[in-house]
């Protein structure tokens, strides 16, 4: 049987190292080499750079954002949601939205899947990230998680599922109103697809699971690793796929969100709480 180092040895973390060389006027022209790195996506082969930023991210005026839209029509606030908002065919949700707790699911009016929902987290217009706690967050997506289960219940053809989030305008949310998006349908994202071909091939050329082969890398290189809280880990990701840096969780016993307990939830909403602050 192969031992523990060996098992883990399949699982690549390939990455380039260079140096471009210039006349730098910060230096008063001198010659200066500053370093970069090219990074392989352990699963997909997808490529990322990662280098040190000669200046630092400026941190938007949240003061201004928030005041700017309560200046402006929401629909998700409490005097506009009843009236401004859809509701989903009674055959699929007979009372027209999902309500769990202070949040509430409606039809997303800018779907791009075949069923696309939105759900808001409560009646304040404005949370601050601060305020982002599992008790904050759980009833919006148990929200998300019962809609998808409902949708794929009645809906024989969705086999992809996802729950989005853009926090604010900076991260692309028109609204500042706090919401999630849920989607399914039978055409996977670009990144979901390329997952599951990296999935497939690795357990092809392997015999062998990836995310338990990179789960256990992570942990004995130690560099990335952040814990693991009940049935979650986490990391930071070794190819970055943004601007910033990112993390990740892993749910290694189950391969859909469909499958997710009350309990998987609450351990990701501690591990996203954690994240945020």
Not at 111 to 128: R, T, W, Y
């Amino acid at each position: 049987m192969l031992n523990d180092m060996e098992m883990a040895m399949s699982i690549e973390f390939k990455k380039i190292t260079g140096r471009t060389r210039l006349l730098n006027p910060f230096k008063g022209n001198t010659l200066d080499e500053i370093p970069f790195e090219i990074r392989f996506d352990p699963l997909t082969g997808q490529t990322g750079r990662v280098f040190d930023l000669p200046f630092k991210a400026e941190k938007p005026d949240v003061a201004d954002i928030v005041d700017r839209s309560r200046k402006i029509f929401c629909p998700f606030c409490p005097a506009a949601l009843e009236k401004s908002t859809p509701e989903f065919p009674k055959d699929l949700i007979p009372e027209g939205r999902i309500k769990v707790g202070d949040a509430t699911l409606i039809p997303n009016l800018a779907p791009f899947e075949k069923h696309a929902g939105v759900a808001i987290f409560s009646q304040e217009h404005f949370l601050p990230m601060e305020n982002l706690t599992p008790e904050t967050m759980r009833n919006a997506f148990s929200a998300c998680l019962l809609y998808l289960k409902t949708v794929a219940q009645s809906d024989p053809l969705v086999r992809f599922f996802s729950i989005n989030w853009n926090y604010m305008p900076p991260a692309g949310s028109s609204i500042v109103h706090a919401h999630l998006q849920p989607n399914a349908g039978d055409v996977p994202t670009n990144m979901l697809r390329e997952q599951i071909e990296g999935c497939r091939r690795y357990g092809q050329e392997n015999q062998r699971g990836f995310w338990d082969d990179f789960i256990q890398s992570e942990q004995q290189k130690d560099e990335r690793h952040l814990g693991t809280i009940g049935s979650t880990f986490w990391s930071m990701g070794f190819v970055p796929v943004s601007f910033l840096p990112d993390v990740q969780c892993v749910f290694p016993e189950h391969l859909a969100l469909l499958e997710l307990s009350k309990d998987d939830l609450e351990c990701f909403l501690d591990g996203l709480s954690r994240t945020l602050r």
